[in-house]
């Protein structure tokens, strides 16, 4: 046991040792005159929590129990859903397949803008009224005839022990696993977490400090690392598919500035092939007074991306079909055309190519989508 001693302030005479535990706990011993206060620290996000007996953290369903960190929520759920695939969205992941979704409460941010704000800014443990064991959740797949999971609605990154051993359940079984995540995640646990995905959509919710900070309660950097993460073990080992969606908010992250240092910055460091997803806001949460977001400021922000020489961009949250469908980036075909979430038309072969040119689509296909 590594022990590290920080010398005692003049205003609080308190000392603290820091004994270093493996995996997710670090205890912090508090001394004072009249008391030991013993805290655990959960190593699983950037906030590094100290918590102390009983204590929950900023998520709220992180909790120390006996010295230790464990989920408050392991195994339950507040709901299960049959989705298209291109809902979560996934547009270059088996098109056209059902995902069984389903989520729990809490986060570790805090966007005043939330789209689920419901389920994941609660902290109200009575919304979670069903419950699955791994084993159940690959039953329920199967049941359902869904090809995949999705760990989606709530941040799944606060509930890593439960989605891991589902997602080994799933493998064992053959059902894929796909994380719907915010990549707010830390280096020492990115990588257990993200192996176990087959796909993964992580929101990348603007490209500004300022705005993770004061509309998100968190660090932009955190994310950039998770992203550049995934994007490297995709391109050296084929492992867990990426792609990455950005709310647009008027005023707030849609600048033609920002939108484009986006897109040159996933282009340089993720790769021309990751599908970037724009989405349009609607009011909610903490910004219900703030308009939706129009149609044109997502057709821009595709040119935008468009021009940085990313190859597959969408629009969502609107009635664009154009926007919706995928492209072949040789000869420029409809490879997919989308109509929201249906898949209308699908002409990539066996081999993930192009059925006119021959030209290889990035992602995960099945080997002939039945319309």
């Known amino acids: 046991m590594l022990q590290e001693t920080i010398p005692s302030s003049p205003e609080s005479s308190i000392n603290l040792v820091l004994c270093f535990y493996p995996m997710m706990q670090r205890v912090a011993k508090r001394f004072t005159s009249a008391r030991i206060v013993i805290m655990t620290q959960c190593s699983l996000c950037p906030r590094q929590c100290f918590l102390s007996e009983g204590q929950v953290g900023f998520c709220g369903v992180r909790t120390c129990q006996k010295g230790n960190i464990i989920s408050l929520s392991y195994s339950k759920t507040t709901g299960f859903a049959v989705d298209p695939i291109e809902k979560k969205p996934l547009n270059h992941f088996y098109p056209g397949t059902k995902i069984l979704s389903f989520g729990g409460i809490g986060c570790n941010l805090a966007c005043r803008f939330c789209q689920n704000a419901s389920t994941a800014q609660s902290r109200n443990p009575s919304l979670l009224t069903a419950s699955a064991t791994p084993e159940e959740i690959v039953q329920l797949a199967k049941q359902y005839h869904c090809e995949s999971v999705a760990f989606t609605y709530n941040e799944p990154i606060i509930a890593a022990e439960y989605v891991q051993d589902a997602a080994v359940a799933c493998r064992s079984a053959g059902v894929k696993t796909v994380a719907v995540s915010n990549g707010y995640i830390s280096e020492k646990h990115r990588s257990a977490f993200f192996d176990s995905m087959d796909a993964v959509n992580i929101d990348l919710k603007s490209f500004s400090e300022k705005f993770y900070r004061e509309y998100c309660g968190g660090t932009l950097e955190p994310v950039k690392e998770t992203l550049q993460y995934l994007a490297q073990q995709y391109m050296v080992r084929a492992r867990t598919w990426l792609e990455v969606t950005t709310l647009l908010i008027p005023s707030l992250n849609d600048s033609d500035q920002e939108i484009g240092d986006l ?26 007074t703030m308009p939706s977001t129009p149609p044109r400021t997502l057709f821009r922000a595709r040119e935008i991306a468009m021009s940085s020489g990313l190859r597959y961009i969408y629009t969502g949250n609107i009635d664009d079909p154009a926007g919706q469908s995928t492209y072949c980036p040789q000869c420029g075909q409809t490879v997919i055309l989308r109509s929201r979430y249906v898949v209308c038309e699908y002409e990539i072969d066996e ?19 039945s319309l």
């Open 263 to 288: 897109c040159d910055w996933v282009a340089k460091h993720l790769g021309w092939e990751v599908p970037l997803h724009f989405s349009a806001f609607r009011p909610a949460h903490k910004l219900l």
């Open 351 to 369: 081999e993930s190519c192009c059925k006119y040119c021959g030209q290889t689509i990035s992602g995960c296909f099945a080997e002939e989508k």
